[in-house]
Structure formats: structure tokens, C-alpha cells
């Protein structure tokens, strides 16, 4: 695809599979076209890789983050669970959210806690709210430990550890009975599907991802359905998010 930005002539022209077409630069089209390419880019240079949140790394696009802050909010949850901890920033950012609501903990599940996140996450401040386990996210133990860490009612998860399909698939299906419902179980990083072609994408990916496991999740399991938040303030005509989460947001709807 060939992109073509005349700030000059305001304009910004298209030359793909679907043929050519000039949109004007400044309208919503032609914004949703230049983010679709920045998020690419950004996501080849590591943009993601350049956050903290309350002094941990978090690894996340800053428009996701806003995005399930609005539904942590407005659901308040008792427990959120995430598999995938890494530095911990994203378990400190829920934790921080539910702090702020009054209650409420983070389970967070890593195959492999490093003893200096480790360290960091259960010497931050808002460690109360917060239990790590470490072990393969599906494994029978985890979830067990999982079980008899739950309290309260309403759980989110989070999925967040190895993306590939045959991972995401056996998590959905080993975390979906967490979830309750109106809550969400939300799937990361389906941005995959668009990164095989990028120079630090993989063979491969464009098949083998998030969004191939919700696909055969949702085939199976009529009690979730795709349904994205909606934008609780929007004093704009743009109506797509930027987001490594598509078709993340799967919502337990019985
Ligand atoms: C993308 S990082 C998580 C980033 C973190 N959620 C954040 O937002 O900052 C993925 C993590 O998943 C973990 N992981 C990979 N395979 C796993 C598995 N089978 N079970 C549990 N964790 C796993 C890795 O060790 C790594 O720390």
C-alpha cells in the first residue's frame, strides 16, 4: 500500500488493494488510515516498551489503558486476574484503579516472576491489592491457587501471557468460568494478525494469534459475546479506537 500526505493540498491519497482514493487530511477517514500505519510503526520501534505506571514498566498502548480504566471504573470489580505480569506495571495500574474505587484485588499469573520485579511489586505501595502466583498460566496448580485466592464477586480477566492461538484458546477456556456476568474476559495483543509483514513481526502471526482463538472460543461459547466498551465522553465524530486489542472485549452475557 502507498500512502501519500500533501499537508500542502490537505489531502491524503490511497493506493491499495481496494484502488486508489484521495481523502481529505483532515477528516476522520484519513485519521483512522494514518493511525492505522502509526500503530504498526510504533509497534516495530518498541513505542510500547517506553511507559511506567507508579514506577513499573508497563507494556501497553496508552489508548488501551484509557480504555479499560473506563470499564474498571465503571464495573468495580472485586478481583481482576491477569495472566501475564512481566515488570508488573500493568498489575500496578489495576491495582492503583481499584485503590482509587475502595476495593477490590489483582491476581496476576507469570510463568516466570523475575526476582527484581518480584521485589518491586511486593515492596510497592499498593502491594495489598495485589497477589502474584508464579506458574504456567493453564496448569492445573495456577488455577487451583487461583481458586483459593478469589474473594468478592465480580471478576474481569485479563489475558496478557503468550499470545499464540493454541495458548489463548486453552486460557479462554480455562478462565472463562472466572469471569461473571456483564464483566469482561479481554483478550490482548490481536494486533498480531496485522504485524507478520513488519520487520520484527513473525512467520506466521497472521494466523496464529489472539483473534484466530476468540474465533473458535466464541463458536463454542454462546455465553460471551464481542462487545466493546462503549466511549463514555466523545465530543468528536471519530468513533474507532487505536488499539493492539481488537475484538479483545469479550463480555459474559449469561
Ligand atoms: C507481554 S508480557 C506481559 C506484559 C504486562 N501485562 C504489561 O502490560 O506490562 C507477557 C508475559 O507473559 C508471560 N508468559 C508467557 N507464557 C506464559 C504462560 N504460559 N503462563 C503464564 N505467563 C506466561 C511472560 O513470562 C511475560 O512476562
Redesign the pocket.
Known sequence: MKLEIDTDARTLSIDGEKGSRTLPLYSDAAFEEISELWKVVGWNQRYTYTFTWLG?????MPEDLLRVQEVIWMQRPDVII??????????V?YASLLDLAGSGKVIG?????RPHNQRAIETHPLKSRIDLIE????SAE?LAKIRSAMQGERCMV?L????SKT?VLRELEAYRDFVTVGSYLVV??GVMVDLEDVPNGKPGWSTDNPLAAVETFLQANDDFALDPPHWVFNESTLTKPITYWPSAWLKRVR
Do not use: C, K, M, Y
Open positions: 513499573r514498566p508497563i507494556i501497553q491477569e495472566t501475564g505480569v512481566a515488570h508488573g506495571g500493568s498489575l495500574f499469573v507469570d510463568v516466570e516472576i506458574g504456567d498460566s493453564v495456577t485479563i496478557d501471557s503468550n499470545h495458548h490482548q495483543d
